[in-house]
């Protein structure tokens, strides 16, 4: 079963804007990771959060997690073409053996020129 | 480093043949998973190993398997193709464990006719 599930499904902005998508989860987590995947390509990871942590950066990508509401955001800022690509959020929950990741949905993000 | 490698990019099979996707990984990772990338599924797990000689099932691991005889090749067999496993499939490789990010090859288009 999915438990991370990105909102928008889709999304379409126009280049210098900003983008954010949401991810939301079920259980308890260990991480929380997000992921960018080109049209035919694999996937690329871009940041990783771990349960303990509010925000991070990294270049003009922005990740919030709020653990009480068991959602992550991530924030791209002035997107450029370049962008476009589908962003995928993984968990890696606590307990267990810790051996798997869950998977959302994905956005797909639209950057226009 | 060439990073993670898959072979083939695409292949065609007919219902009943087997074939084996070859993946490699020159980082020294001891984890390696095979995902299997389908619309509106989102990524699904369908083996994994955490060491050469060890590996383990995912969520949708029937018809395939898998062999891990050395760290660096995580090849993935299809027994007898049926058009249920037309799908993107990918590898991807972790440094120790799954709380650490993953690295994706290419990936794999297969379609079973």
């Known amino acids: 079963s999915q438990q991370g599930e990105e909102d928008p499904q889709a999304l379409s902005i126009q280049e210098g804007e900003n983008a954010t998508m949401n991810c939301s989860y079920k259980?308890?987590?260990?991480?929380l990771q997000w992921y960018r995947q080109n049209s035919g390509r694999g996937l690329v990871h871009l940041i990783l959060?771990?349960?303990n942590e509010r925000e991070k950066h990294s270049g003009r990508l922005r990740v919030t997690l709020d653990t009480s509401k068991k959602s992550s955001s991530l924030l791209i800022t002035a997107s450029r073409a370049a962008d476009t690509a589908s962003y995928f959020c993984a968990t890696l929950s606590k307990g267990g053996n810790n051996r798997k990741l869950i998977w959302g949905l994905g956005t797909s993000l639209a950057v226009n020129p | 480093n060439a990073g993670v490698t898959q072979t083939p990019k695409f292949q065609v099979l007919k219902t009943g043949q087997s074939m084996t996707l070859q993946c490699a990984q020159d980082m020294n990772h001891e984890y390696m998973s095979w995902y299997r990338q389908d619309p509106g599924m989102g990524l699904r797990l369908i083996h994994y190993?955490?060491?050469?000689?060890?590996?383990d099932q995912g969520e949708v691991p029937n018809g395939y398997n898998v062999s891990r005889s050395t760290t660096e090749d995580f090849p993935l067999r299809l027994l007898s193709a049926a058009p249920s496993q037309t799908s993107v499939y990918f590898c991807?490789?972790?440094?120790?464990?799954?709380?650490?990010?993953?690295?994706f090859g290419p990936g794999t288009r297969l379609l079973v006719l």
């Open positions: 259980t308890s987590i260990n991480n």
């Open positions: 190993s955490v060491g050469a000689g060890i590996t």
């Open positions: 959060i771990r349960s």
């Open positions: 991807a490789s972790s440094y120790r464990n799954f709380f650490k990010p993953q690295y």
